[in-house]
């Protein structure tokens, strides 16, 4: 049985402030995804990704292009590639990592 435990004030934005209801069911929506924590969520929703849903079709690459350089490691890139995929970043087949580190390299 898994357990969420949430640290903190649930209402509290970002840099302190209150969230409206709607950024609190988006980030809770996005949390729920695997390999997504608060930070990632919150700079995913900041970027303007609402949702799983938007975040699938945008794709990981798009998606990490857009919240760097706040998280710019290849682990991040890992990260939202699992999420889109609903698997953990560590089932991520070696060649899947290797297409992804190429598609950071041509920019």
């Given at each position: 049985m898994l357990f969420r435990f949430r640290v903190g004030r649930?209402?509290?934005g970002p840099h302190g402030g209150s969230r409206t209801p709607t950024e609190r069911l988006v980030m809770t929506d996005l949390i729920d995804l695997p390999n997504?924590?608060?930070r990632l969520a919150s700079a995913l929703t900041r970027a303007g990704i609402s949702g799983p849903e938007e975040l699938r079709v945008i794709g990981?690459?798009?998606a990490w292009w857009r919240i760097h350089p706040t998280f710019d490691c290849m682990h991040s890139l890992y990260a939202l590639e699992g999420a889109v995929r609903g698997i953990p970043k560590l089932d991520?087949?070696?060649a899947t990592r290797e297409?992804?580190?190429k598609a950071?390299?041509?920019v």
């Open positions: 649930q209402d509290a997504i924590g608060p990981s690459l798009e991520l087949d070696r297409q992804l580190k950071t390299q041509l």
